[in-house]
C-alpha cells in the first residue's frame, strides 16, 4: 500500500497563477483532509470531506477548493495563489469502525512558495 | 471551539535519559480523541500515540506513554530510554468523537534535542 501520495513534492509559484495539489490515498478512508502548516503555527485544517461528494470548510479555507468525486484523490485548488498561501501542506486520510476512530495517516507534505 | 496549547516551544534531553512533553487543551465537550504526532526533519507526520478521552487508562507505545488527567484537561507524552531518532518536532492534536466534526485541533509544537 502506497498510504497518502501528495504531489507535487515542492512549487514555486507566482502570485495570481492557479494550480491544484493532487491527494491520493489507497486505504479506501472515508475521511480525507487538507491541512496547512506555517512556521510557529501548528497544522491548520483548510477542507475536509467525509466521503465522496461530500466536503466541507475547515479554518482557514479562504482561496482554496476542493471536490471529491471518487474516494481515493481529494485535491486542493488555488484559485489565484498569494504570498499568504506560501506553505507547507498536508493531505491526511482516516476512517472509523463502528464508533471507533483510527489516527490519520498523513501524506509526504507540498512546499508551495508564492512570489 | 477547542484549543490545544504546548508551553513548552523547545526541550532537550541526554540520550537514554527520559523527558515529558506537556500539553494542554479546553474544550466543552466529554468524548474526543488526543493523538501525539511525531515530525521528523523529513517533515512527515508519524502517529505516536493515542488515547480516548473515555479510557481511564494511560496509553502506551513502546518507549512512549502519555499521562492523560481529563478533569485537568491534560495530556503529557513520556518518552523514555531516549534515542537520538526521537529527535523532531512533537505536536499534540485533539479531535471530536462527534464523527460530523471532522477537524484536528493541533498544538503549536515542541521540538525535542536529543544530546548524544
Known amino acids: 500500500n502506497a498510504g497518502v501520495t501528495q504531489t507535487p513534492k515542492f512549487q514555486v509559484l507566482k502570485t495570481g497563477q492557479s494550480m491544484t495539489l493532487q491527494c491520493a490515498q489507497d486505504?479506501?478512508?472515508?475521511?480525507m483532509s487538507w491541512y496547512r502548516q506555517d512556521p510557529g503555527m501548528g497544522l491548520r485544517l483548510i477542507h475536509y470531506?467525509?466521503?465522496?461528494?461530500?466536503?466541507d470548510q475547515g479554518e482557514v479555507p479562504n482561496g482554496y477548493n476542493v471536490s471529491r468525486s471518487t474516494t481515493e484523490d481529494f485535491p486542493l485548488r488555488l484559485l489565484s495563489a498569494a504570498p499568504s498561501q506560501t506553505s507547507v501542506y498536508f493531505c491526511?486520510?482516516?476512517?472509523?469502525?463502528?464508533?471507533?476512530?483510527?489516527?490519520?495517516?498523513f501524506g509526504s507534505g507540498t512546499r508551495l512558495t508564492v512570489v | 471551539a477547542q484549543t490545544v496549547t504546548q508551553s513548552q516551544p523547545e526541550m532537550s534531553v541526554q540520550e537514554a535519559e527520559t523527558v515529558t512533553l506537556s500539553c494542554t487543551y479546553d474544550?466543552?465537550?466529554?468524548?474526543?480523541?488526543l493523538f501525539w504526532y511525531k515530525q521528523p526533519p523529513s517533515r512527515q507526520m508519524i502517529l505516536v500515540i493515542r488515547?480516548?478521552?473515555?479510557?481511564?487508562q494511560n496509553a502506551t507505545e513502546n518507549r512512549f506513554s502519555v499521562n492523560f488527567q481529563k478533569a485537568a484537561k491534560s495530556f503529557s507524552l513520556k518518552i523514555s530510554d531516549s534515542q537520538l531518532g526521537d529527535a523532531a518536532m512533537y505536536f499534540c492534536?485533539?479531535?471530536?468523537?462527534?464523527?460530523?466534526?471532522?477537524?484536528?485541533?493541533f498544538g503549536t509544537g515542541t521540538r525535542l534535542t536529543i544530546i548524544p
Open positions: 492534536a485533539y479531535r471530536s468523537a462527534d464523527f460530523g466534526n471532522e477537524k484536528l485541533t
Open positions: 474544550t466543552s465537550e466529554s468524548d474526543y480523541y
Open positions: 470531506s467525509v466521503g465522496a461528494g461530500i466536503t
Open positions: 488515547q480516548e478521552a473515555y479510557k481511564q
Open positions: 491526511a486520510s482516516s476512517y472509523t469502525s463502528g464508533t471507533y476512530l483510527y489516527g490519520y495517516t
Open positions: 486505504m479506501n478512508h472515508e475521511y
